[in-house]
């Protein structure tokens, strides 16, 4: 069963998780930039590929180097039971109840603290103020 969180536990958490969320997201962009690198050393290969073996394994290697440290941060994450939605957005969700439901408490880079909710088949465009 997920772990339920008070609107407090969730900004609590706050701190902890925000900085991770940070190094997710520029993690990310990092992946797609060197993954466009791949891409267009990819293109290049077709034609004319001498000597790019080395840029390829480079790229490949790094590659696998933020891809293992985002799994890692996130795994680092849901391990506190929260739940990682968007990584560009930094946007997480905590179970919680309200009403005597389970919905999702919802969270995102920038925000002063967990003000937001959305039922539990919806997303982050069904958030509705929690006050």
């Not at 034609?47 to 790019?52: A, E, I, K, R, S």
């Not at 790229?59 to 180097?65: E, T």
């Not at 997480?92 to 603290?113: I, N, P």
């Amino acid at each position: 069963m997920p772990r339920r969180f008070s609107r407090e536990e969730a900004d609590a958490l706050l701190p902890e998780i925000a900085p991770r969320l940070v190094q997710l997201r520029d993690l990310k962009r990092k992946n797609d930039e060197t993954r466009s690198a791949v891409n267009d050393l990819q293109d290049t290969l077709k034609t004319n590929g001498h000597g790019l073996d080395v840029d390829m394994s480079r790229l490949s290697r790094a590659l696998q180097s933020t891809g293992a440290e985002i799994n890692g941060l996130i795994e680092r994450i849901t391990s506190l039971g929260v739940e990682v939605k968007d990584l560009e957005m930094g946007l997480v969700d905590f179970r919680g109840e309200r009403d005597g439901r389970e919905v999702y408490l919802c969270w995102k880079l920038g925000e002063e603290r967990v003000s937001f909710w959305h039922e539990l088949n919806t997303g982050y465009a069904s958030r509705q103020p929690l006050d």
